[in-house]
């Protein structure tokens, strides 16, 4: 635990199942903020997810190739346990509704619980991705409807693909 964390580092973890215009959004303002900012990807253990951590780690990487100060990294684990591993003194996240600030606000608290030298900073997500989420567009997709709204043009080839493979699977 001795290790000096820096201010000047942030760690944005999620999902990513898959990377949305609103993490997009997210990234692109913290790098503007920030000296260095990781995108830690994360499992949700109660989740089967539609790309595998690889799969999601490679998505993210490609949509942020030109933020030279943002890196991209999977991890298992405690989150604050990962961005202490950083040398970040920062979490970020990204606020949705008010239906998000109860959620936010207790896992706030108790990263400060697991780890009181990191902060989290939070943005307001951006008035037109507010409603974005990974899991209404995973539906949106298996049900067939447009995407190109939510996602940057190589994650929405991704996921149809995905949904084509996962739709020839079940039919099989
Ligand atoms: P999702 O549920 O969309 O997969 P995650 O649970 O992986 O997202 O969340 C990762 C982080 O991104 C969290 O801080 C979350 O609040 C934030 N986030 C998710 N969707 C948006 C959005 N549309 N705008 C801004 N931040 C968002």
Do not use: W
């Given at each position: ?21 609103g ?50 990294r ?34 706030s ?64």
């Amino acid at each position: 635990m001795s290790r000096k964390l820096s201010n000047r580092v942030a760690v944005y973890t999620g999902v990513f199942d898959p990377i949305h215009l609103g993490h997009l959004d997210v990234i692109q303002r913290g790098s503007r903020i920030f000296d260095r900012l990781v995108v830690g990807v994360g499992t949700n253990p109660d989740k089967a997810p539609f790309f595998t951590p690889e799969e999601r780690v490679h998505l993210v990487e490609q949509v942020v190739t030109e933020l030279s100060n943002v890196e991209v990294r999977s991890f298992s684990g405690l989150a604050v346990g990962f961005v202490r591993k950083e040398g970040a003194g920062v979490m970020l996240r990204g606020l949705r509704t008010t239906s998000d600030m109860e959620y936010e606000f207790t896992m706030s608290l108790m990263n400060r619980n697991l780890d009181p030298d990191i902060e989290t900073v939070f943005l307001m997500a951006e008035a037109e991705y507010s409603h974005l989420s990974s899991t209404m567009i995973r539906q949106i997709a298996s049900l067939g409807g447009a995407l190109e709204r939510f996602l940057p043009p190589v994650i929405k080839e991704a996921l149809e693909r995905r949904v084509r493979e996962l739709q020839q699977g079940a039919s099989k």
